[in-house]
C-alpha cells in the first residue's frame, strides 16, 4: 500500500475534455488514485502486549497471574480508522479553461516541485485551433452571445496565409526583443537559426509560430505554436484574423497538442485514469522532462554567456571612448 | 481537562522549589493555595472522570494522583497517617465546601486506600490494571474502541466508526451506550423487522441514532407500514435500503406516502411499488422532489401521462439534480434531435453521465451511424447508446475498434 504510494512522484499528462473545469479534472484523478489506494492490502495491523489476569492451579489451590498476549490493536482496525490516505498531493501546470481541451499536465507528491522547474523553463505549447468565420461574439466562441453576422466569401486560402505571416513575423520581433539575448555572440546566433530562441522571464503572450492545417470556408483550423498564452488569447487571435480579412469569425474548438514534452500520445483520457496506467505514464515521461529541463539549463547559461558578453563589450567600448578623448576628458574642457 | 493536568504539574513543581527553599510555614500555605485552586474549579470536571474510570481510580497507582499524594505527604511528613495524602486536603477545605464538594470528599474517602505507603496482597496487586488513563476528550473514537467493549462489539458487527464519529453527537451518546442493555433490543428488533445480518454494520453507519429510539415507536411505525399492506418482504427491504425510515413519526410517513399518490398521480399498488423500489425517496428531501417534477412539466415539455412513465421506469429520475437534467435534455433534444416521445421510452438517459453521452454521439456523428429514429434502417436505440460499456459500444454499436474511439476522443 505505501509502496504503491512510493511509486506515485512525478509528472503525468491527462486529456481534458471540453466542457468541464481544469479543477473538476484534478479532483476527479484524485478521487481515483485516492480509491485505488485506500483498496489495496492493508499492513496488518500492530500487536499490543496485554497482562491479563488468569488463573492457574498453583500448589496451594488457585492462584492468580498475569498472562502475556497479544493482541491486534482495534484502533488501526479499517472501520475505526478510515481510510489511510485521506488527500494526495495533485497539482496542475498550465491551466486549460473550461471551453478548451487537450494535455493537461498534472503533477503528484514530489512532482509538484517539478512543475515549478517548468514554469520557470517558459517551454512553448502547441495548440490546433478551430475558427468558423461569418460570426462575432462577444468572448470569441461560438457559444458567446452574437454580435455580427458577416459575409466570407472574399477570403481565400491566400489571404489568410499573408495574414498569419504578418501575425508571426510581428510575434518574432516581440521574441527576439523578450528574449533579451545578443545575437552578436556564435551561441545565440546557432540557436537563433534553429529557432530555439525563447524569453527567460515573463511577457505578454507570444506566437512562435502559426500555420493553417485546414481551410474550407467557412472553417478553418490553424496550429500554433506559442508561450505565455491563455486560451482566451487564441481566442482572440482568431477573432482578430477575422477582422483583419474584412470578416468576423469565432473560434469553435482550442485544443492544445503539446505542453512542453507531454504530446497527445501521453495524454490519459478519461477511462485509464487508473492507478497503473499513471504510474506507468509517471515512469514514461520521467526521461523526457529530465531532457527537457537539462536542455533549458544549458540554454540558460549561454542565455547569461550572452549577457555577460555583450556587458563586456559594452564597458570595452566604454572604455575605448574613454581612451580616445584622454584620461580626464571634463579637464581639457575646462 | 488539559489544562487542569497542566496545572497540577505546574503546582507540583512549584511545591517541590517551596520544599527545597522555604520554611515549613511558608509551605503549608503554598499547599493550602494550591489544594484550594485545584479543588475549587475544577472539582466538577473531575466527577466524570472518576465515574468512568472507577478501577484506575480505587487502586490510585496512576501517575495523575500519585503526584498529589506525593505532594501532599511531602508537606506534612512527620505527621500521623491520617493526616497525610488527601485527607489534608479534605480537613483544610471543610469548613468552606458546599453540600457538592462535600458529597465529593465522602466519595474520595471511601475509593482512596488509606495510605499510599500501605502494603497490598498479591492478588489484589494482580488485579491493578496499571493502563494509561483514557483522554478526557478526543476528537475520535479511535482513542476509546480498545478498551471499550461496546465500540468492539460495533466494530465486529461491522459498523464503521470513523464515518460514524463524524455525524453530529452520535459518538458521543455511542460512548455512553451498554451493549447488552441498549443495542441487543435494537438489533433484534431490526432482525425481527427483515434486516440481513451482514446489512446491520451498513444500516448502524447510515443512522447510528436509531439506537436512541425507544422500541414501541419503532414497532408502531412498522405496524402501520403493515396496516398499509406493505408485505414483509417489502419492508425488510425498504428498512435495509432507507436506514431513516423508522425515525420518521407515523404522520410524516402518511404525509410522504400521500404525496407521492398525490402528486405522481399514481394509483395505490404503483405508488406502494415506487417507494418499494427505491426507499430513499420517502426518508430524502421532498423540495427537489417537487422542483423536478415542475422542471419535467414546464421547462421540458413532458405531459402529465410522460412523467408518470418516466418516473415509474426509474424511480432515480426524480432525484436527479436539475441543472444535469435539463443539460442532458437539451442535448439529447436540441443537438440529437430525438423527439419527446423517443426520449419516454429511454426514462435511463437522464440517470446517465452527460459526458459519455456526448462523446458517443460526437463518434457516431463522425463514423455517419448518428440515427436515432426507430423507424429507419441502422436505427441506435438510446439505451445502446448509454446503458453499455466502452468495448461493448464500440464493437455492437459504433462497430470499429476501441483504439480508434480513444483516438476520436483525443480530437474533442
Redesign the interface.
Known sequence: MRAAKAGLHGLFAVYKPPGVPWKGVRDAVETKLLSELNSLERPPPSQQVRFLPSTVEGKDGKELTLTVTQLPVLAEHPLVSGPIFTYLKVGAGHRLDKKSSGVFVLGVGRGNKLLGDVYRAHLSRTYTVRGLFGKATDDFSDTGKLIEKTTFDHITGEKLQRILAVIQGSNHKALLQYANIDLKTQEAYELAVKGLIRPMEKSPPLITAIRCLQFEPPDFQLEIHCMHETQQYLRKIVHEIGLELKSTAVCTQVRRVRDGAFTLDDALLRIQWTLRSIRNAILQSRLKVKTELRNTMAYQEIFAGSLREREARLSQTIADCEHSKGVMPWLQTQ | MALLTRRVTRCCCLLKKHYIVNSIELRKQTIRTWTLSLVRPSLPLLWPYRYFRQPVFKNSRTLFFDNIQFCSSSASLNSSPENNSLSLVNQQIEPRSNSDSKALDEGWDEALPSSALEEIS??EA??IVAEPPLPFESFT???Y??RSETL?KL?LL??????VEKRPGAAQFLLKLDFEKDIQKILLFLKDVGVEDNQL?AFLTKNPYILREVVEDLETRVAYLTSKKFSKEAIARMVSRAPYLLLFSVERLDNRLGFFQKELGLNVKKTKDLVTRLPRLLTNSLEPIKENLKVYELELGFSQNEIRHIVYRIPKNLGVNKRKLTQTFDYLHNIMGIPHSTIVHFPQVFNSNM?RI??RHLFLNFLGRAQYDPKQPSYISLDKLVSVS?DVFCAEVAKTSIQDF?KF????
Do not use: A, H, P, R
Open positions: 498479591e492478588d494482580v488485579q473514537l479511535q482513542d474502541v480498545d468492539q466494530v461491522g459498523v464503521d466508526l470513523s464515518k454494520g459526458l456526448k462523446e466502452d480513444q476522443l483525443k480530437t474533442l
